[in-house]
């Protein structure tokens, strides 16, 4: 994770009037505050060695640019849209002297390619060999300079972007995530076809088995999933969060789906600076009317009362948490003074999305909803008094359960995950959504079949709760890439200090629940369909 600040927080040159960019929505929450620098580029001028000021840096400004120096920050600028990257000094470590000196670099040369009149390529080089000693607490005179210089290229400006692009698609990366994908491929057509097998022949065994028991003597014992044919369709307890967790859960899965749709179209190119942010947030607001219907018809499908409770429960799940989180996160980006915390302009915004398009959609959604009136077609009456569930052994427990439906889908995406968690916390940037799109549908489908699996070895035993079970079981996932980021955190990352560990912990929790919430949802719907399969293929007195 890189904290970012302000360039002009340093005392570097600045112009005598700097005017700050106006920002879209997507770049402001994406922490960019771009503000005009002091360098003259003029097109095809070559300029050798220009002053841009002199300075005589104060004990206090050396003291925070040797910090900075030794805290590895660089500075970030955009010339015609391109990024450009250096940094601002370095530590040399002599071994000879013992203890190093902190450098400072006072001198910038720019390497900017052309073709006809277009800026294709800038590179930043600085150079040790001019650069002022600051590693002790005096103060130090600095003159700052730049040189620039200009050659043709053949590149088209088209390809200008495919720099950037490549350092994610290098050949040697490529075959590592199409190694990953084909490995998780493999996994999954196994284990998909191993369960199916094994569902497909104890289930024809069950059937034969239940019709012949029909014409053969009622005097047997009863046992297997056929006899809970009255207590499976008896709905769970907490209707109303149950319904709440399957509304948000499949506006999220529509938002993961929309947004890897324009990905693939090529919306977010590399340096489309918070395009994808701005497109979160938008289609955020714009699919609530999903989570208001499917929540509230299902609600009532449950033979819930009070749907108005429950719509407000679901507007709540998920954005509620998330509201929190982004509070304490802001203030304390504010209390460190660094670029992610929002301006206050930018906080109304958000809140103006929510009031105006969000929360009247989730109603519109609600609404429908509930006049959609659909019953829930439950294949077998349900009895008046369930059975008593039979003592289980401590592996058929909820939580042994999750852990054993949450490893095999994680174990698909865990290639991945890794890539994407150093694009977002790291400098690197993820270009393949392609191979993001099919990680993640390998990821549903897991999701969906182990969830199956699990629910009918539940009801084999007679265990007939399975509603909340096949919601947890599908959402364990969410909770192995919880304990990912922690291994994350402390084994692949350097970040430290309190604001780096909160903004990474807070906002991957929040990302976590919402897997939780979208692949519970999924490990319920293919649960349902599942058992209203099988029930529908049994006499059901």
Not at 218 to 232: L, R
Not at 453 to 472: C, G, N, P
Request: aromatic share 16%; net charge neutral.
């Amino acid at each position: 994770l890189c904290e970012t600040y302000r360039y002009y927080d340093l005392p570097f040159c600045a112009p005598e009037h700097p005017k700050d960019k106006r920002e879209a929505l997507g770049e402001v929450l994406n922490g960019d505050r771009l503000v005009d620098a002091p360098y003259e580029l003029n097109f095809k001028e070559d300029t050798n060695s220009k002053t841009l000021c002199k300075k005589t840096l104060s004990k206090e400004q050396v003291a925070k640019l040797r910090d900075a120096v030794a805290k590895d920050y660089y500075f970030q600028m955009y010339y015609d849209d391109l990024p450009l990257w250096g940094f601002l000094g370095k530590l040399d470590r002599n071994k000879e002297h013992g203890g190093g000196k902190c450098l400072l670099f006072k001198h910038i040369h720019f390497d900017i390619m052309y073709n006809n009149d277009r800026v294709i390529e800038i590179n930043v080089q600085t150079d040790p060999n001019v650069a002022v000693d600051i590693t002790e607490d005096k103060e130090v005179p600095v003159e700052f300079s730049y040189s620039v210089t200009w050659k043709k290229t053949d590149i088209p400006f088209e390809k200008r972007m495919e720099k950037y692009s490549k350092s994610s698609s290098m050949p040697q990366h490529l075959e590592i995530h199409w190694f990953s994908i084909i490995n998780s491929c493999v996994t999954v057509l196994l284990l998909t076809g191993f369960l199916a097998t094994i569902l497909m022949r104890v289930l024809k065994n069950d059937f034969i088995k239940y019709s012949h028991e029909d014409e053969s003597l009622e005097d047997q014992e009863e046992t297997g999933w056929k006899y809970i044919h009255g207590d499976v369709f008896r709905f769970p307890q907490q209707k109303s969060l149950f319904a709440a967790i399957i509304g948000s859960g499949s506006q999220l899965l529509a938002l993961a789906i929309f947004i890897f749709l324009l990905a693939i179209v090529g919306v977010f190119y590399p340096y489309n600076r918070g395009a994808l942010f701005t497109a979160l947030v938008v289609i955020y607001a714009l699919t609530s009317g999903i989570a208001g219907y499917t929540a509230t018809s299902f609600y009532l499908q449950l033979e819930g009362t009070n749907w108005v409770r429950n719509l407000i429960l679901t507007g709540c799940l998920f954005c509620g948490p998330l509201f929190l989180t982004f509070s304490f996160l802001n203030t304390v980006a504010i209390a460190y003074s660094a670029t992610a915390a929002l301006p206050f302009g930018t906080i109304i915004v958000i809140i103006l999305i929510w009031a105006l398009v969000t929360s009247p959609l989730l109603v519109l959604g609600g609404i429908a909803g509930k006049n959609s009136n659909t019953e829930f077609q439950a294949p077998c009456r349900t009895t008046k008094y369930p059975r008593e569930i039979p003592q289980m052994p401590w592996y058929r427990s909820t939580i042994p359960q999750m852990a054993m439906a949450g490893f095999l889908p994680f174990s698909a995406i865990y290639i991945e995950l890794y890539y994407i968690f150093a694009s977002i916390w790291g400098h690197k940037i993820y270009t393949i959504y392609s191979i993001l799109f099919i990680v993640f549908i390998i990821l549903i489908i897991v999701t969906a079949f182990v969830t199956v699996a699990l629910t009918y070895f539940q009801l084999a035993v007679e265990d007939h709760k399975w509603w909340w079970r096949s919601v947890l079981c599908g959402g364990s996932t969410g909770i192995f890439i919880f304990f990912y980021c922690i291994y994350y955190y402390h084994a692949r990352s350097d970040m430290s200090g309190f604001m780096q560990t909160s903004f990474f912990f807070g906002y991957m929790t929040c990302v976590c629940y919402g897997f939780f919430l979208m692949l519970g949802t999924v490990g319920f719907r293919a649960s349902l369909l599942f058992v209203r399969h099988i029930y529908r293929s049994i006499k059901c007195e």
